[in-house]
């Protein structure tokens, strides 16, 4: 049981450049989500995908594509990147059972736009 | 409009002391609030969650309280270990889809 995995670790872009960053999670879990973390900051919801076939914009989702291939599979895609998007990407889904709710993170992407 | 807060962006705490950190938020209207760790260059790691409608949740070393007259949350790591050593943050979960907000974190250091 892997949980929430991510592709690549690191990435670096020129401006303008394009990326798919690549999530999946083992748990059987309905809602994926994509965050993005910068200094200083919590983290910030980019979009979020509440059951397979549905995606819904977050607070900063400008910039952004997502596509939900399958339950378990969440992508997110830069169509060309800019360096105000230098940020460490993290993927969650989660789950709510018996009145508990969590939420599970990947362990990061770092993309550096330069 | 920030709706989760964590005013200490720092806490220093003994080895086998009570840890207390705390979250006020401005939106009453959540199903759920979490507590996450994070340590540096990994992904934040789930810790413990309070449904609206309790006001205490325990597990392990790990107690939330949550007081609904003063929007304010708070975590309790007792007793407190060197390897608890991490930023904390704070969320809550309100509305549908259950999407999270984030405060902007606590870092937590445990000295030996």
């Known amino acids: 049981n892997a949980g929430v995995t991510q592709t690549p670790k690191f990435q670096v872009l020129k401006t303008g450049q394009s990326m798919t960053l690549q999530c999946a999670q083992d748990m059987n879990h309905n809602s994926m989500y994509w965050y993005r973390q910068d200094p200083g900051m919590g983290l910030r919801l980019i979009y979020y995908s509440a059951s397979e076939g549905t995606t819904d914009k977050g607070e900063v989702p400008n910039g952004y594509n997502v596509s939900r291939l399958n339950k378990r599979e969440f992508s997110l895609r830069l169509e060309s990147a800019a360096p105000s998007q230098t940020s460490v990407y993290f993927c969650?889904?989660?789950?709510?059972?018996?009145?508990?709710?969590?939420?599970?993170f990947g362990p990061g992407t770092r993309l550096t736009v330069t | 409009d920030q709706q989760v807060k964590q005013n200490s962006p720092s806490l220093s705490v003994q080895e086998g002391r009570i840890s207390i950190l705390n979250c006020d938020y401005t939106?009453?209207?959540?199903?759920?609030f979490l507590w996450y760790k994070k340590y540096p260059a990994e992904g934040p790691t789930f810790l413990i969650s309070i449904s609206s409608i309790k006001d205490k949740n325990e597990d392990g070393r790990f107690t939330v309280f949550l007081n609904k007259s003063a929007k304010h949350l708070s975590l309790h790591i007792v007793p407190s270990q060197p390897g608890d050593s991490a930023v904390y943050f704070c969320?809550?979960?309100?509305?549908?889809?259950?999407?999270?907000?984030f405060g902007k974190g606590t870092l937590l250091t445990v000295n030996p």
């Open positions: 969650a889904s989660s789950v709510v059972t018996s009145g508990r709710y969590e939420q599970y």
């Open positions: 969320a809550n979960s309100g509305g549908s889809n259950y999407k999270l907000t």
């Open positions: 939106n009453s209207m959540f199903d759920y």
